[in-house]
Structures are given as structure tokens and as C-alpha cells.
């Protein structure tokens, strides 16, 4: 079964800083997808940036971007000029690439939650 | 594109009431997945829906639980006997088929057992 770790319960950042959250996995699979959702409080999680494992580049969204180490399983997430909307929990997950029944689930960490400081 | 939507958002209960809750996910989606989050965790999987059948279910899902997806559109996920274990946020998901699309989720309902 896979995993998902994020180690980091909180973290806080100033205003227009940059913040870097941490993930780690674990999985026997060669081919998966890997996500980053946003859950701000009492909202809707919305997906924030996502990576499929083939892919050596790593994925950018606006301020958002990935640092996808395949080998040393880990997927961090870099937020820019951070924003006071930045302002939420963080999941990291994960999702097996092959088909059928549980593969389409996602594995989710425990959630980072970040703190921006005007 | 009016998003996942979640009916009730709120939902306090006594022990041992059963509780029903309903998922409208995207119109084109025919993927459904209920997830259950309790504070302080991320969202575990409950169970999927592909169109009208259960494809999987989680050992999470006891027997207290059951999901339906009629005509694949709606789903409903009903709790019977509910236990103060289940307070939990109840998080509905789709997505269309293709192997990188996201899952788009709903606002969750919250359940309270007193």
C-alpha cells in the first residue's frame, strides 16, 4: 500500500516570501500521479498543482511549483510571493497510473497548514 | 460548470439515527468517489463509482454504510446506527475518465453525533 508523509504539521510565512512544503511517499509502483490540494477553512479543497511521474520536468502553476525527486520519493511544494489567500491546509496525494477499482483512489498525508503574516 | 455540490453541509444527529447524505457531482463526470476526513487528517477513501456501479470499497466502509449511484448521476451515502466514531467530514469527489484527471471536490458534509 502506498503512503504519504508530510512532516511539516504547520508552517508560517511573511507576506511576498516564499514557503516550501514538504511531502514524501512511498510506493513499489514505476508510473503514479502526484498532487497538491488546498482545503482554506471551512472551504472546498481545490486542486493547487499536480505531476505525473514520467515526466522528469517538474510542473509550474503561477506561484506554484514542484521539486519531483522520483528517486528519493519526495515532492515538495514551492509557493512565491506568497499571498495572504495562500492562507489553508495543504494535502500532498497520491494516485497509482494503472487502472481499475482502488487504483483510482487517492492517498492523502496528513495535511500542512500554512500561516501567512502580513 | 457548477462544481461538486454536498447536501447537508451540516448535520448533527443522535447516536444511533440514520443519516443520508447526497453528492451532485460535474455533470460529465462519470467517475464518483466518497472520501471521509476526521480533524486533523487527510481525506481517506470510503468508495468509487464508475457511471452506476461500485467498482470498490474501502474496509472503512462497514456494513453500518452503504452508497448508491442510480442512473450514474447522484449519489447518496446513508450511515445507519450512526456511532460517535463516525463524526467525521463526509467529502465527495468526480472526475471524467482519463488516467491524470483530477478529482474535483465537493464542500463535504459535516457530521455531528451527539
Known amino acids: 500500500a502506498q503512503t504519504v508523509t508530510q512532516s511539516q504539521p504547520e508552517m508560517s510565512v511573511q507576506e511576498a516570501e516564499t514557503v516550501t512544503l514538504s511531502c514524501t511517499y512511498d510506493?513499489?509502483?514505476?508510473?503514479?500521479?502526484l498532487f497538491w490540494y488546498k482545503q482554506p477553512p471551512s472551504r472546498q479543497m481545490i486542486l493547487v498543482i499536480r505531476?505525473?511521474?514520467?515526466?522528469?520536468q517538474n510542473a509550474t502553476e503561477n506561484r506554484f511549483s514542484v521539486n519531483f525527486q522520483k528517486a528519493a520519493k519526495s515532492f515538495s511544494l514551492k509557493i512565491s510571493d506568497s499571498q495572504l489567500g495562500d492562507a489553508a491546509m495543504y494535502f500532498c496525494?497520491?494516485?497509482?497510473?494503472?487502472?481499475?477499482?482502488?487504483?483510482?483512489?487517492?492517498?492523502f498525508g496528513k495535511g500542512t497548514l500554512l500561516t501567512v503574516n502580513p | 460548470d457548477t462544481g461538486v455540490s454536498q447536501d447537508p453541509r451540516h448535520k448533527i444527529t443522535k447516536r444511533g439515527q440514520n443519516v443520508t447524505f447526497r453528492c451532485d457531482p460535474i455533470s460529465e463526470h462519470n467517475r464518483l468517489y466518497w472520501y471521509r476526513q476526521t480533524l486533523g487528517q487527510g481525506p481517506e477513501f470510503l468508495t468509487y463509482?464508475?457511471?452506476?456501479?461500485?467498482?470498490?470499497k474501502s474496509r472503512l466502509l462497514s456494513d453500518r454504510f452503504s452508497a448508491e449511484r442510480p442512473k450514474g448521476s447522484f449519489s447518496t451515502l446513508e450511515i445507519q446506527r450512526t456511532e460517535q466514531g463516525d463524526s467525521a467530514m463526509y467529502l465527495c469527489a468526480s472526475s471524467s475518465t482519463g488516467g491524470r484527471q483530477p478529482q474535483h471536490f465537493g464542500d463535504g458534509t459535516r457530521l455531528s453525533i451527539l
Open positions: 463509482f464508475q457511471n452506476e456501479a461500485q467498482l470498490e
Open positions: 505531476q505525473e511521474a514520467y515526466k522528469q
Open positions: 496525494a497520491y494516485r497509482s497510473a494503472l487502472s481499475g477499482g482502488s487504483n483510482y483512489k487517492l492517498t
Open positions: 510506493t513499489s509502483e514505476s508510473d503514479y500521479y
